[in-house]
T-cell receptor
Framework: DTAVSQTPKYLVTQMGNDKSIKCEQN?????MYWYKQDSKKFLKIMFS???????INETVPNRFSPKSPDKAHLNLHINSLELGDSAVYFC???????????FGPGTRLLVL | SQQGEEDPQALSIQEGENATMNCSYK?????LQWYRQNSGRGLVHLIL?????REKHSGRLRVTLDTSKKSSSLLITASRAADTASYFC??????????FGTGTRLQVFP
């Protein structure tokens, strides 16, 4: 009965590869987010979707492409992975924007 | 640039002591939230305080907000070893996104 789940939990891959991270929430929330947390624990928003529509798109390389097939899912596809993409990626959801956010367990991405 | 900065960056205390963490931010807000992150885990929401509130309590947690100084504090009373974690403040800057601070790493020794 996990509220916000992400897969995979760990992802180790070579530079140049393409990978996807999946996120699902069963809270009935309208808004979902992707965050990147770097090695210094700094957490930065990347994207946000509200009712399947993109509402926030921070300055993120266009190698990163989010997709929301429905309100309960927000996936993140990354093309041509680079060393600097190594980080922990968190998915989150909230009932509405500006409200309490519920985070997934994170996906630890290591690019070699 | 970051909206919020926590102070101190790291804090070590003994069980039973109180822990106080501060957060300063730059622009006007609708609300401010505090989150906890245990090592290797996702963030967990602790408290949301709205801009028209000055103080809020939840169990052993007490949050204050001073919008004139653009600052907030999180007090954990009678700390326990299980409180060991990183604590982040997050503000909305009156936008649709949360901007997280740099975090305070709290270590509570048994």
């Amino acid at each position: 009965d996990t509220a916000v789940s992400q897969t995979p939990k760990y992802l180790v891959t070579q530079m140049g590869n393409d990978k996807s991270i999946k996120c699902e929430q069963n809270l009935g929330h309208d808004t979902m987010y992707w965050y990147k947390q770097d090695s210094k624990k700094f957490l930065k928003i990347m994207f946000s979707y509200n009712n399947k529509e993109l509402i926030i798109n921070e300055t993120v390389p266009n190698r990163f492409s989010p997709k929301s097939p429905d309100k309960a899912h927000l996936n993140l596809h990354i093309n041509s992975l680079e060393l600097g993409d190594s980080a922990v990626y968190f998915c989150a959801s909230s009932l509405r924007v500006q409200e309490t956010q519920y985070f997934g367990p994170g996906t630890r991405l290591l690019v070699l | 640039s970051q909206q919020g900065e926590e102070d101190p960056q790291a804090l070590s205390i003994q069980e039973g002591e109180n822990a106080t963490m501060n957060c300063s931010y730059k622009t006007s807000i609708n609300n401010l939230q505090w989150y906890r992150q245990n090592s290797g885990r996702g963030l967990v929401h602790l408290i949301l305080i709205r801009s028209n509130e000055r103080e809020k309590h939840s169990g052993r947690l007490r949050v204050t907000l001073d919008t004139s100084k653009k600052s907030s504090s999180l007090l954990i009373t009678a700390s326990r070893a299980a409180d060991t974690a990183s604590y982040f403040c997050a503000t909305d800057a009156r936008t649709d996104k949360l901007i997280f601070g740099t975090g305070t790493r709290l270590q509570v020794f048994p």
